[in-house]
C-alpha cells in the first residue's frame, strides 16, 4: 500500500524560511534545495520506514531522513495512511524534543 505525504503547516513554513534564508546570497541554490527537500519526502509514500526512529523521541511511529544539515521529520499513520512530514530542521538549532511536532 502506497501512502500520501502531507505537509504539516509548520514544515511548509520551515520550508519556506530555509529558502528565504539562503535566496538573498544564492537564489538558484535556495530553489535546488528546497526542491530536494521535498522530492526526499516523496519516497516515503512508497518507503515510509526508510528514515530512521528519531533518537530524541524512540517512537518507532516518529522518523527523520537526514539530508545535512537537515533533519527531515515526520510521522507514519498506518491507519489513515498518511505520512505526515512534521518539520524541516536545521541539525545546529535547539533540542528537537522541544520542538512543535503538529
Known amino acids: 500500500m502506497d501512502y ?3 505537509l504539516a503547516p509548520r ?3 520551515d520550508l ?4 528565504l534564508y539562503i535566496s538573498p546570497d ?3 541554490a535556495a530553489h535546488r534545495l528546497g526542491s530536494v527537500l521535498i522530492e526526499k519526502t516523496k519516497m516515503l ?3 515510509p520506514q526508510s528514515g530512521r526512529i528519531v533518537p530524541e523521541f524512540g517512537n518507532p511511529m516518529i522518523r527523520e531522513l537526514i539530508l545535512k544539515p537537515y533533519r527531515i521529520v515526520y510521522r507514519i499513520d498506518e491507519g489513515s495512511g498518511i505520512i505526515g512530514i512534521a518539520r ?3 541539525g545546529s538549532r535547539e533540542d528537537l524534543k522541544t520542538a512543535d511536532l503538529k
Open 4 to 6: 500520501r505525504v502531507v
Open 88 to 90: 524541516f530542521w536545521h
Open 26 to 28: 544564492r537564489p538558484e
Open 16 to 19: 519556506r524560511d530555509i529558502v
Open 45 to 47: 509514500g512508497v518507503f
Open 11 to 13: 514544515a511548509i513554513d
